[in-house]
């Protein structure tokens, strides 16, 4: 473990060091992880699993996800299950249905808790919002949180390649004194990086104001104003998405995530310094207030009674798609389309 202090706020660290592979298996012993449900996480967590030797298994409905798991390798009957039976067979269950498909299976999940077993999360939604969701486990099971800082897609392609992806983990619940060594192990287990603690209240609070501002909802908002304006003064569309969006991503962003903001500024021309470190308060200034208002809608429900008013209607996936096909058809990702053909590595 590493301890770290940042503007003087301590924070301890826990590394894949201090965990190896094999400890985690002692650590977990005979208990059998179920997965209920897999969408990216738990097709990522899932498979991560497998293949460094954990004893896991799916629970399904028969449908296209159980097509897609028997297409990864699982085997009915052995590693396959339908979502009932796999409760039932459990003893660590990874909760990773959607939000709304976890208040929808949630009694039956209740009713295949035996005493000790762990409850999983990869998302404290059900637990935080449970006026909303009714999700209230048991007193006689430990209740964890695992959450991976990316897509399941990315849980998957960073495992195998070598690395591990992040995660934050926290104890809401411990009733058997074994929580934390539980959740750590299946972090671990499922491919994570290194890990930092939480609760799971700030978990919800950062991720749901994170995907509705920086990571998705202000870059996409963001990427579309500068691309409207420059077309709307008379820029070529592969110029305004080279502007935009293809010099961001492959050249500037990964300056960023290599050694930070400064890095990417020294590295770029003295004029592209001057007018960014000009213009970023200006954009602070006009865009905080508006990350305020969105945690503000976080931190209320606001943001929980949408999600799950809209997932729990019957036309929502078709709604969604519709809302996609949107997106998809804006000029702007009309031209990614065409010029993301033309970088080298895909002549």
Known sequence: MKDIEINGIKETIVERS??????????????????????????????????????????????????????????????LFETEEAAQ???????LLSDAGQISAWPMVKANLNDGDALYFSHGFGIVFHKDTSIIPPENVDVILVAPKGSGLTVRTHFQAGRGINASFAIHQ??????????????????????????????????????RCVLMGLLQGAFLAQYEVLREH??????????????????????????????????????????ALDWAPRFRDAIKPVVEKCYQSVLDGTEAKVSIGSNSQSDYREKLEKEL???????????????RKLRPENL
């Open 18 to 79: 201090d965990y190896p592979v094999e400890e985690c298996k002692n650590i977990l012993g005979q208990e059998v992880t179920a997965i209920l449900g897999y969408g990216p996480q738990g097709r990522g967590q899932g498979l991560n699993m497998r293949d460094q030797g954990f004893r896991v298994i799916l629970g399904l409905r028969k449908g296209r996800s159980w097509d897609k798991a028997l297409a990864d390798g699982w085997v009915e009957g052995q590693t």
């Open 89 to 95: 067979r459990g003893t660590i269950l990874q909760y």
């Open 174 to 211: 411990d009733y058997t004194g074994r929580a934390k060594e539980r959740c750590i192990s299946t972090a671990f287990a499922i491919g994570s990086g290194h890990l930092f603690e939480t609760t799971f209240e700030k978990e919800v609070h950062s991720d749901l104001t994170g995907e």
């Open 234 to 275: 008379g820029h070529s569309p592969s110029e305004a998405y080279n502007e935009t969006i293809e010099e961001a991503l492959q050249s500037l962003y990964p300056l960023v995530a290599e050694k930070g903001m400064d890095w990417m500024y020294a590295n770029c021309s003295t004029t592209a310094q001057r007018g």
């Open 325 to 339: 096909e949107e997106v998809s058809n804006q000029e702007m990702w009309q031209a990614g389309k065409v010029l």
